[in-house]
Structure formats: structure tokens, C-alpha cells
């Protein structure tokens, strides 16, 4: 820790949907915590707060509204039927969450990424409120559309979640700029285990397809395995998806074709040693795979996150997209793999080689609260 600095109380906020959002907050949760930090967490869903309980942290469940978009933006009317038998048992789990905050100590700072809770607690405690999150961009950016889908419906969540933070920083696995001196653009927080994996490159695709909704993975799984059955026999490819869909999807595997339910381990191990990966258009993937040095094919699901992040990928030729998978751009990709590969490894090297977590770090213990006492030796 850098200077003389007291041990901070930090509450991180953490969306539930998906385990992006966790496993980025949980590394910096735990970088915070080898610091001498004192970290608690407040996510959405059991499984989640579980996550987080097994790596030690205090952790609770907060309440997570639904807020989805028609068109290009959320209407006020979708939103009110969406939440409306929700609202009493989300009051009430949030009056709990402040009565847990009161009664386990108020923290020094709060942190959020693209939930509501705490920034409605840095409210109420007035407390300072930092956000880490990647969507921030899509509300202080004006990024262009993609095909049908606009920015509005992230811009008008972000702005319900927190209308106003003390700091933004922001990751983007592209450079991005901004006039606004509260923000601050970083590279991804990419775990340990992903930074230090041995990469090396053999005759191995890897693939992971999720569900949005009635978005399924299936017809991407059937097609990805029916072209390399047919068309790429030299290659063996090992296709990951959650326990939930497997059992529709294990029809597809052969000698050369594994459908695996997901592991991360076994699938950073994987994505590391393969030439090529295939997946939707997820940031933290798509950020582990080019930190691992593997050029990526997405199909982007139905949200403008996931087609601007297809995009950007596209046009940087670190990767290509497509709406689906098809035999001619999946052939095409994989013969263009050296060369996007070696586009990957050398945008790394520029871009994405330093650690966020010590510039998120060295911010919180900038703030006032920081300099009220000092650590003992061991705690420095």
C-alpha cells in the first residue's frame, strides 16, 4: 500500500446477472482485501452471494429490478408492469440491506458496477460512490448504433442505478477518451489465473455459448459442429455451455467434438491452448481471450452491449462476427487466425498489459477518509 494509509471499509455493489460482473469484482475485491482493506459485498440472486461467501467476503442480496428495453429504450409503462408486485419485497430487502450496513459499520466508500444498491446507500449514508464497471461508457460516450440496437436502454439503466458517482472508471479492452475529468478509462480486470495461464497454440478450438432469455445456445452448437465435422477434421473443438442447456446439446459431440458443461478452470486451460475461440459477444471474455493472445469469433446476442463489443472487435481485426455461425465465416476466420492472432498479441502488448487493480487501488486510498490514521506494518 502505497504511503501511510488507514485500512479502508469498501461495500462493492455487484450485478447479478451473468458471472462477468463477479469474477471482475471478486479480483478486485481480493487485491483490495491483500491491501489490508476491509471488503463486503452486495450482489443480486443466492448463487452470487454464495460466490462470494466461498472467497470469505461478508456478503448480502439485494434487490435487482427489471428493467428491459422495447425498441431502442426502456418505456416508464414496461417498467412499472415489470416491477410492480416487486416493489414491496424489494423496499424491504433494501431497508434490511441499510439496517446490515448501520449495524456492521458504514463504510468509507461504496463501490458499483451497473447495479442500484449501493449507490442508493452512498445516498442515504453520504458516502462517496466510485464506479467500476464497462457499460459506464454507453452513458458518457455518444457511441453510434449497431444495426438496429442504440445505446438509450444501457444509458437510461445507468442512470436509474446511479444518477450521479464521485468517479467513473471505466474498462474497455479498445483505448476510449473522454473530455470528463471524472472519468477514467482501464484496461479489463483480468484474474490471476488468466494472466499467469501457459499459453501455447495446437490444433484446438474452444467454444461457449450462454442463453438471453429464449436465446438459446442450441443452433449455435448444432452448426459449430456440423462445420467442423464436415469441413475441419484436422481440428478438434471442445464447446462449453452451462449445466442447464448440456443436456440438449450432447448430441452434437463426437470423437473430435466435446460438449463440456462449463468449468472455468478447465475452460481458461482450454481457451489458453487453443488457435481460435467462438463464443457470444461477452466483454470478459472476449477481454480474458485477448489477454490469453486468441483471436475470437462472435455471435453477438440480442443487446447493443454485445453487438458494440462484436463491432469494435471486427473492425480492429482482432476477431470476426456474424449474426450466426455459418460454414463460409467460420472457415473464413479460422484460415485468417494466424494473422488475427498476431494482431491480438501485438494490441495486448500496447494496451492491455497493465493492472487496473493498483490505479483502482491508489484512488480509494487517495480519498480523505484514507488519511485518518495509519496502518500497523503488517497491514501495510
Known amino acids: 500500500m502505497s504511503g501511510y494509509t488507514r485500512p479502508l471499509s469498501v461495500v462493492i455493489g455487484v450485478?447479478?446477472?451473468?458471472?462477468?460482473?463477479?469474477?471482475?469484482?471478486?479480483?478486485?475485491?481480493?487485491y483490495l482485501r491483500d491491501r489490508g482493506h476491509h471488503v463486503r459485498i452486495i450482489t443480486n440472486g443466492s448463487a452470487r452471494v454464495e460466490y462470494f461467501r466461498d472467497l470469505g467476503f461478508p456478503a448480502w442480496d439485494g434487490w435487482m429490478p427489471t428493467l428491459l428495453a422495447r425498441g431502442d429504450r426502456i418505456h416508464a409503462s414496461d417498467a412499472v408492469r415489470a416491477n410492480v408486485w416487486q416493489i414491496p419485497a424489494g423496499i424491504t430487502k433494501h431497508l434490511r440491506l441499510r439496517r446490515i450496513i448501520r449495524d456492521t459499520g458504514i463504510p468509507d466508500v461504496f463501490i458499483t458496477d451497473y447495479e442500484p444498491n449501493t449507490p442508493r446507500l452512498a445516498y442515504h449514508f453520504g458516502k462517496p460512490l466510485v464506479s467500476v464497471d464497462q457499460q459506464s461508457k454507453y452513458r458518457h460516450l455518444d457511441l453510434?448504433?449497431?444495426?438496429?440496437?442504440?445505446?438509450?436502454?444501457?444509458?437510461?439503466?445507468l442512470r436509474y442505478f446511479a444518477p450521479h458517482v464521485d468517479r467513473s472508471f471505466i474498462c474497455s479492452f479498445v483505448?476510449?477518451?473522454?473530455?470528463?475529468?471524472?472519468?477514467?478509462?482501464?484496461?479489463?480486470?483480468?484474474?490471476?489465473?488468466?494472466r499467469s495461464a501457459p499459453?501455447?497454440?495446437?490444433?484446438?478450438?474452444?467454444?461457449?455459448?450462454?442463453?438471453?432469455?429464449?436465446?438459446?445456445?442450441?443452433?449455435?452448437?448444432?452448426?459449430?459442429?456440423?462445420?467442423?465435422?464436415?469441413?475441419?477434421?484436422?481440428?478438434?473443438?471442445?464447446?462449453?455451455?452451462?449445466?442447464?442447456?448440456?443436456?440438449?446439446?450432447?448430441?452434437?459431440a463426437d470423437d473430435k467434438i466435446d460438449i463440456c458443461t462449463f468449468d472455468r478452470d478447465a475452460f481458461i486451460a482450454d481457451m489458453a491452448r487453443s488457435e481460435a475461440i467462438?463464443?457470444?459477444?461477452?466483454?470478459?471474455?472476449?477481454s480474458e481471450a485477448f489477454v490469453l493472445g486468441k483471436p475470437v469469433h462472435l455471435i453477438p446476442l440480442p443487446t447493443y452491449d454485445q453487438h458494440w463489443c462484436a463491432k469494435v472487435v471486427h473492425e480492429a481485426e482482432l476477431g470476426t462476427t456474424a449474426p450466426r455461425i455459418t460454414c463460409g465465416a467460420l472457415l473464413d476466420f479460422l484460415s485468417r487466425s494466424k494473422e488475427l492472432r498476431d494482431?491480438?498479441?501485438?494490441?495486448?502488448?500496447?494496451?492491455?498489459?497493465?493492472?487496473?487493480?493498483?490505479?483502482?487501488?491508489?484512488?480509494?486510498?487517495?480519498?480523505?477518509?484514507?488519511?485518518?490514521r495509519t496502518l500497523t506494518p503488517s497491514a501495510r
Open 15 to 30: 450485478n447479478g446477472i451473468g458471472m462477468g460482473h463477479c469474477v471482475r469484482q471478486s479480483v478486485i475485491a481480493q
Open 144 to 157: 453510434p448504433t449497431v444495426g438496429r440496437y442504440a445505446r438509450t436502454a444501457d444509458e437510461q439503466r
Open 175 to 194: 483505448p476510449l477518451e473522454a473530455d470528463d475529468r471524472k472519468l477514467e478509462f482501464i484496461a479489463p480486470v483480468i484474474p490471476d489465473a488468466v
Open 199 to 252: 499459453v501455447t497454440t495446437e490444433s484446438l478450438a474452444t467454444a461457449y455459448f450462454s442463453r438471453y432469455f429464449d436465446h438459446g445456445p442450441g443452433e449455435s452448437v448444432r452448426t459449430l459442429a456440423e462445420v467442423f465435422r464436415q469441413h475441419v477434421p484436422d481440428r478438434a473443438l471442445r464447446i462449453y455451455a452451462q449445466a442447464a442447456e448440456i443436456g440438449n446439446l450432447r448430441q452434437y
Open 278 to 286: 467462438f463464443s457470444n459477444a461477452g466483454f470478459n471474455l472476449i
Open 343 to 372: 494482431n491480438v498479441v501485438h494490441h495486448r502488448d500496447r494496451h492491455l498489459q497493465a493492472d487496473p487493480r493498483e490505479r483502482i487501488a491508489s484512488y480509494l486510498e487517495s480519498l480523505p477518509a484514507a488519511s485518518q
